[in-house]
């Protein structure tokens, strides 16, 4: 995901926590100097829809990153 609004590894990491608390998330890294997150998670669990709310109620905008 690109996240906007990044500022520091504090808010890096608030990112991070509230992706790793939902349910099927396998990991999830989140670097504020690229504004990328990027999480593995389990499809029969969770999905892009949930990932990207709980960014949302972090206080950040995000939206999905198309691989290359």
């Given amino acids: 995901f690109a996240v906007t609004g990044l ?3 504090s808010t890096s990491s608030k990112v991070a926590t509230a992706l790793k608390e939902i349910e099927g998330v396998l990991a ?3 670097d504020y100097q690229t ?4 999480v593995a998670f389990d499809n ?14 972090t ?7 198309q691989d290359s």
């Avoid at 504004?35 to 990027?38: K, L, P, R, S, T």
């Avoid at 206080?59 to 990153?65: I, N």
């Fill in 7 to 9: 500022t520091c590894n």
């Fill in 28 to 30: 999830a890294a989140v």
């Fill in 44 to 57: 029969q669990k969770t999905d892009a829809a949930k990932l990207l709310a709980a960014i949302t109620e």
């Fill in 35 to 38: 504004g990328e997150a990027v």
């Fill in 59 to 65: 206080g950040f905008t995000a939206e999905p990153k």
